[in-house]
Antibody, heavy 118, light 113 residues
Framework: EVQLVESGGGLVEPGGSLRLSCAAS????????MSWVRQAPGKGLEWVGR??????????DYAAPVKGRFTISRDDSKNTLYLQMNSLKTDDTAVYYC?????????WGQGTLVTVSS | DIVMTQSPDSLALSLGERATFNCKSS????????????LAWYQQKPGQPPKLLIY???TRDSGVPDRFSGSGSGTDFTLTISSLQAEDVAVYYC?????????FGPGTKVDIK
């Protein structure tokens, strides 16, 4: 059974940092392209960014609002995806989902809530 | 960035009625070399993560009931539920994956009248 479990969310002050993790199981994580998508309270979905598999170059792409502040990385030995978030703003308050960037095997975690507030 | 718009914002229909949602992209998401539209539809129920329903604009994901169908090409797309069921109450989002950033539309909320 495929599982994606996000963790690391919480309350952080504006300007602070947080690192989210997404533990994957039930599929060959090292072959998967992975994405982060966020959803502000009561709002729609916003694509944050993705990372390709190392076999395909391991490169990353980001949405404009987070470029330069957020970094996506992966540890294939731990089957874990990361989202390092720096210089956080109140607008970054959202549930953050990790998902497999795949059409034929599209899986999502349950999300982790990040609240940026003083 | 490609901007995705959806209409209507919300709709309420009776059980068994046909539901139609529209999605428009600010530029074509049809890749000419393979003649595929890089357009997906997601369903999100309250308190749950999104679920992929349709990709390549018209291909149903595994296990998705055949009352869901997608159509369209280029910049204009439609998701249709042929006979609305109680379990279809959700928000429906379109997303283009033609080019990063892979933008979502604002969603259409569906309720039962």
């Amino acid at each position: 059974e495929v599982q994606l479990v996000e963790s690391g969310g919480g309350l952080v002050e504006p300007g602070g940092s947080l690192r989210l993790s997404c533990a994957a199981s039930g599929f060959t994580f090292s072959n998967a392209w992975m994405s982060w998508v966020r959803q502000a309270p009561g709002k729609g979905l916003e694509w944050v960014g993705r990372i390709k598999s190392k076999t395909d170059g391991g490169t990353t792409d980001y949405a404009a609002p987070v470029k330069g502040r957020f970094t996506i990385s992966r540890d294939d030995s731990k089957n874990t995806l990361y989202l390092q978030m720096n210089s956080l703003k109140t607008d970054d308050t959202a549930v953050y989902y990790c998902n497999t960037d795949s059409l034929s095997s599209n899986y999502w975690g349950q999300g982790t809530l990040v609240t940026v507030s003083s | 960035d490609i901007v995705m718009t959806q209409s209507p914002d919300s709709l309420a229909l009776s059980l068994g009625e046909r539901a139609t949602f529209n999605c428009k992209s600010s530029q074509s998401v049809l890749y000419s070399s393979n003649n595929k539209n890089y357009l997906a539809w997601y369903q999100q129920k309250p308190g749950q993560p999104p679920k992929l329903l349709i990709y390549w604009a018209s291909t149903r994901d595994s296990g998705v009931p055949d009352r869901f169908s997608g159509s369209g090409s280029g910049t204009d797309f439609t998701l249709t539920i042929s006979s609305l069921q109680a379990e279809d109450v959700a928000v429906y989002y379109c997303q283009q994956y033609y080019i990063t950033p892979f933008t979502f539309g604002p969603g259409t909320k569906v309720d039962i009248k």
